[in-house]
């Protein structure tokens, strides 16, 4: 078993370059892509930037505001925010302290017959239901219309 530490006491001191008043802890960092904890004090700010990578901002604790391309929204815990590959974005906070867990997913090159490659799905990938339940809608939907 292995255990990764991470929040108050683990934390860097200093955030990844281009941020202000942000601290931070890698949790896990591969090829594959990265998973970090953030911490962003009153007035804290990431700088906006891309990078090549569909990152998941995923604010755990208080609230800020995020910014995608050009768009702007307010967030607070709970909510997830998608960075796409390469489109400019940036988080920051006012009067409070936000917290978040960022998932960096690395691209993928495509290989033929992948799921999600953008290439024909091989007949055998595709499911078949067992039967008529399994392809019936969810029967509990939250807010948004998502199933629980």
Do not use: C, K
Not at 20 to 40: K, M, N, P
Not at 91 to 103: G, H, K, L, Q, Y
Request: no cysteine; proline share 10%.
């Amino acid at each position: 078993m292995e255990i990764r530490r991470f929040g108050t006491g683990h934390r860097r001191p200093d955030g990844p370059p281009g941020t202000r008043g942000v601290q931070g802890r890698a949790i896990h960092s591969d090829e594959r892509g990265v998973v970090a904890e953030l911490a962003l004090e009153r007035g804290g700010s990431i700088s906006p930037h891309s990078n090549p990578n569909l990152t998941y901002f995923l604010v755990i604790e208080g609230g800020g505001f995020v910014s995608v391309g050009d768009e702007t929204a307010r967030v607070s815990a709970g909510d997830a925010v998608v960075w796409p590959p390469d489109l400019v974005h940036a988080a920051w906070t006012d009067f409070t302290p936000m917290r978040a867990i960022v998932v960096e997913f690395a691209p993928l090159e495509a290989e033929p017959g992948l799921i999600g490659s953008g290439t024909e799905i091989a007949p055998e990938l595709e499911a078949e239901p067992a039967n008529a339940a399994d392809s019936a809608p969810p029967t509990s939907l939250d807010r948004d219309g998502e199933p629980w």
